[in-house]
C-alpha cells in the first residue's frame, strides 16, 4: 500500500475531486489519500509540470501521484503512467505535464493506460471526467497493489513523452538570462529557471546588489538593484531580494509583498529576467 497523491485544475467549489476521492476509496480503504493542490490556473499545463518537479522527488519510492490538468479530455491524447529515475508512479495525460518531471528528474519507463481493462466500470460512455474514471481509478489500483505497473498497459519509449517548449538558461558577459518559469503563488515570488550553479559565475555574494531586468516580449516591466540574500527577513518590509528558492534557482521577492502583483509579472517562455553582475563603480 503506497501514498496516492492528487493534483488538478477543478478547484474545491463543486464534487470533482471529492469524486476521484471516492474512486479510490472504494478501490481501497485503506488507502492513504493526499493532495498536492487543486489550485492550478485552469488549462495550465505548464504549471501543472511545474508543481510535480517541485514535489514528487521528496515522496518516497512507489509512491503514486495522479495529476489532471486536461484541456484536450477525450481527444486522442495518450493516457500514460511514468516510473520517475527516483522510482514513484505518475498517472496522467500525456500532454506536456511531464516536461519538467522528464528534463529535470528523468523517467525510466511509460505505459499507456488500457482503458479496457484500467476504467471504473460503468463509465465506459462518459469522456469528459478522465480524472475520476481513468486516472483516479489506475492510480488507486496501483497505490494499493491490486495492480502491478506492468499491468498498467503496453510500454512505449520514454522518448515519445511530449514536452513543452522549454526556454534554456544562458550566460552572458556579467550576466545571466533565464525565464519566469512559475509564481510562489499566495506570496507573488518570481521562480526562475537561472539554476544558482550559473549565478555563481557571476561572483554575486551575498549581500551585494544585483541589477534585475524583467521584461515581457512587448516591454520592459522593472529595471533595478536589489540585495542578494539568504532570506526574506534581510531587507525591509516593502524591499525586493534575490534569493535561491527551494528548487535551487534564482527567485525574486517583495519582503510581506507581491513582486507579481506589483509589477503585473506574468510566467512562462515570453517573460524574461536578467541578472546582472553591478559593475564596482557604481556601488561607490
Not at 31 to 57: C, G
Not at 90 to 105: A, E, F, Q, S, Y
Not at 206 to 233: C, H, K, L, W
Not at 255 to 261: D, H, K, L, P, T
Request: net charge negative.
Amino acid at each position: 500500500m503506497y501514498p496516492l497523491i492528487f493534483q488538478s485544475d477543478f478547484g474545491m467549489q463543486d464534487g470533482a475531486v471529492s469524486a476521484m476521492h471516492g474512486v479510490a476509496y472504494n478501490v481501497s480503504p485503506e488507502l492513504r489519500m493526499f493532495d498536492l493542490t487543486h489550485e492550478i490556473q485552469p488549462y495550465n499545463i505548464w504549471e501543472a509540470s511545474y508543481r510535480l518537479i517541485q514535489t514528487v522527488s521528496y515522496w518516497p519510492e512507489s509512491a503514486v501521484f495522479v495529476s489532471v490538468v486536461d484541456p484536450g479530455v477525450g481527444s486522442d491524447r495518450s493516457s500514460v503512467v511514468v516510473k520517475t529515475r527516483t522510482g514513484q508512479y505518475i498517472v496522467t495525460p500525456d500532454n506536456g505535464t511531464l516536461t519538467h518531471i522528464k528534463r529535470m528528474l528523468g523517467i525510466v519507463s511509460v505505459r499507456i493506460i488500457d482503458e479496457s481493462v484500467n476504467r471504473l466500470p460503468g463509465s465506459e460512455e462518459c469522456y469528459t471526467f478522465y480524472g475520476r474514471d481513468v486516472y483516479a481509478y489506475t492510480g488507486a489500483r496501483l497505490a494499493a497493489g491490486i495492480i502491478t505497473y506492468e499491468e498498467v498497459g503496453p510500454e512505449v519509449s520514454v522518448d515519445t513523452v511530449i514536452e513543452l517548449p522549454v526556454m534554456v538558461p544562458e550566460e552572458g558577459a556579467n550576466e545571466v538570462n533565464g525565464t519566469i518559469d512559475v509564481l510562489d503563488i499566495r506570496f507573488g515570488s518570481l521562480w526562475t529557471n537561472i539554476p544558482k550553479e550559473m549565478f555563481d559565475a557571476l561572483n554575486i555574494k551575498r549581500g551585494d546588489r544585483a541589477e534585475i531586468t524583467i521584461s515581457n516580449d512587448i516591454r520592459t516591466v522593472y529595471r533595478n538593484t536589489m540585495i542578494f540574500g539568504n532570506s526574506f527577513a534581510e531587507v525591509s518590509i516593502g524591499e525586493p531580494i534575490l534569493y535561491v528558492n527551494s528548487l535551487g534557482c534564482m527567485a525574486v521577492a517583495i519582503n510581506q509583498g507581491s513582486f507579481a502583483r506589483a509589477y503585473s509579472v506574468g510566467t512562462g517562455n515570453s517573460w524574461h529576467i536578467r541578472i546582472r553582475k553591478v559593475p564596482d563603480m557604481y556601488l561607490s
